[in-house]
């Protein structure tokens, strides 16, 4: 099994330290919850490992060897100025690929729609949709149900699934769903104020958290 270790870092905005990470693990064919109040640091978090910005002393967020690729879906998706297909077929000019997400994620009746007036939800699907084009060693998700319907999220949740028993790769699932994490992770990675301050295998971890931060956390969102 393929396992990439982070390093230590850091993340300051304005003389403000948002992050201070400690090192992890990332291991193929498994998915990693990473849940927190807003601001805790998941997204910086993310935004760092996909290489989106930079660690405060400017290196790559992993030890030694990174993933050879890496898929990265922001909470705020960019739509381009094109049809919904084309979005897709960005990514990769499979059409195959294109159609079996489309159908997936039920966007096949939406293919020649402008990407950029789909609705919030829709948006999120093409997203995925797109990002789920390629083969990734580490796939990251960034809140990508927070704007979806009942429906919709179990259509993600179910293309994730099948993503991961094709290609096999790491993900790391930014959700503010504990009922999320507990249908989909391997791995939960808790943060509280900046800091990586629980990890461990779901779903014991959300059933008997050991720190204090964490139990205070399920006790108000669990």
Same mark, same amino acid.
């Given at each position: 099994?393929?396992?990439?270790?982070?390093?230590?870092?850091?993340?300051?905005?304005?003389?403000?330290?948002?992050?201070?990470?400690?090192?992890?693990?990332?291991?193929?064919?498994?998915?990693?919850?990473?849940?927190?109040?807003?601001?805790?640091?998941?997204?910086?978090?993310?935004?760092?490992?996909?290489? &989106?910005?930079?660690?405060?002393?400017?290196?790559?967020?992993?030890?030694?060897?990174?993933?050879?690729?890496?898929?990265?879906?922001?909470?705020?998706?960019?739509?381009?100025?094109?049809?919904?297909?084309?979005?897709?077929?960005?990514?990769?000019?499979?059409?195959?690929?294109?159609?079996?997400?489309?159908?997936?994620?039920?966007?096949?009746?939406?293919?020649?729609?402008?990407?950029?007036?789909?609705?919030?939800?829709?948006?999120?699907?093409?997203?995925?949709?797109?990002?789920?084009?390629?083969?990734?060693?580490?796939?990251?998700?960034?809140?990508?149900?927070?704007?979806?319907?009942?429906?919709?999220?179990?259509?993600?949740?179910?293309?994730?699934?099948?993503?991961?028993?094709?290609?096999?790769?790491?993900?790391?699932?930014?959700?503010?769903?504990?009922?999320?994490?507990?249908?989909?992770?391997?791995?939960?990675?808790?943060?509280?104020?900046?800091?990586? &301050?629980?990890?461990?295998?779901?779903?014991?971890?959300?059933?008997?958290?050991?720190?204090? &931060?964490?139990?205070?956390?399920?006790?108000?969102?669990?």
């Amino acid at each position: 099994m393929k396992t990439w270790k982070t390093e230590e870092f850091t993340k300051t905005y304005g003389g403000r330290q948002v992050l201070d990470a400690r090192s992890l693990d990332l291991s193929e064919d498994q998915i990693y919850v990473a849940i927190g109040a807003n601001g805790s640091g998941k997204s910086t978090f993310a935004r760092i490992l996909a290489g &989106a910005i930079a660690t405060d002393a400017g290196r790559s967020a992993f030890h030694g060897a990174k993933p050879a690729s890496i898929g990265y879906m922001p909470q705020r998706p960019y739509p381009f100025r094109m049809s919904m297909e084309k979005n897709l077929r960005l990514a990769a000019d499979d059409p195959a690929r294109a159609e079996e997400l489309m159908e997936a994620l039920k966007l096949t009746n939406l293919r020649q729609a402008k990407a950029h007036k789909l609705s919030g939800g829709e948006s999120a699907r093409m997203a995925l949709a797109r990002v789920l084009m390629r083969p990734f060693d580490l796939l990251i998700l960034d809140e990508p149900c927070a704007s979806m319907d009942m429906e919709s999220t179990k259509l993600t949740e179910g293309a994730l699934r099948r993503y991961r028993d094709r290609y096999h790769p790491a993900i790391l699932l930014i959700t503010h769903s504990i009922q999320q994490a507990r249908r989909l992770g391997d791995e939960v990675l808790f943060f509280h104020e900046g800091h990586l &301050a629980e990890t461990g295998r779901c779903p014991a971890t959300l059933e008997t958290p050991q720190t204090d &931060a964490l139990k205070h956390f399920l006790e108000f969102y669990g």
